[in-house]
């Protein structure tokens, strides 16, 4: 599987974007999908997650309430909607596909990850 993040931008606080992943090659659909984030100066940590179904997710406490992690198995597509912005959330954002049906945030049980999109949120 071949992931491909896109949606990235600059945006200003309080604002929105919506991120999307895409799979080549073959579909994803059986997979859990998570979005991972690396900040300037920061280890990668999990954002958000979903599984096969779309019907189970994980948010990090850290984008409870304002990210939400959803996807469309017919279109081959998981997004990540983020929405009220902040400084904070600028960093390199990447999707990966787990090794089996559900999300985890631990990022040794994704088994596929995509390039990232950068994400730059101002003040």
């Known amino acids: 599987v071949q992931l491909q993040a896109s949606g990235g931008g600059l945006v200003q606080a309080g604002g929105s974007l919506r991120l999307s992943c895409t799979a080549s090659r073959r579909t994803f659909s059986n997979n859990g999908v998570g979005w991972f984030r690396r900040g300037p100066g920061k280890e990668r940590e999990f954002v958000a997650g979903v599984d096969w179904k779309g019907s189970s997710t994980l948010h990090a406490d850290s984008v409870k309430g304002r990210f939400t992690v959803s996807r469309d198995n017919a279109g081959n597509v998981v997004y990540l909607q983020m929405n009220s912005l902040k400084p904070e959330d600028t960093a390199l954002y990447y999707c990966?596909?787990?090794?089996?049906?559900?999300?985890?945030?631990?990022?040794?049980?994704?088994?596929?990850w995509g390039q990232g999109t950068l994400v730059t949120v101002s003040s």
């Open positions: 990966a596909a787990a090794r089996r049906a559900f999300a985890s945030t631990n990022a040794r049980e994704y088994a596929y």
